[in-house]
């Protein structure tokens, strides 16, 4: 019983990671300019590049949320 437990535990673990890893979605230092691998862009053209159908990510969040403040 403990052994099946520990397996389900380690499958769902691995699925969250693998879910992680799809997201594709780069990190950047400064959400209001963002670099990606030395290229400076846009938030608009990061959002459209990286965060298409991906809301629920961090980066692209706080990326469109330097994007509303700027333009107040």
């Known amino acids: 019983m403990k052994k099946t437990i520990g397996v389900v535990l380690a499958v769902a673990l691995a699925s969250m990671l693998a879910g992680c890893m799809e997201d594709d979605v780069p990190a950047v230092s400064d959400p209001a300019?963002?670099?990606?691998n030395g290229q400076a862009m846009t938030g608009q053209t990061f959002l459209e590049k990286y965060c298409s159908n991906k809301s629920e990510n961090e980066t692209c969040a706080a990326v469109q949320k330097a994007m509303s403040k700027s333009s107040h």
């Open 33 to 36: 300019k963002p670099v990606v």
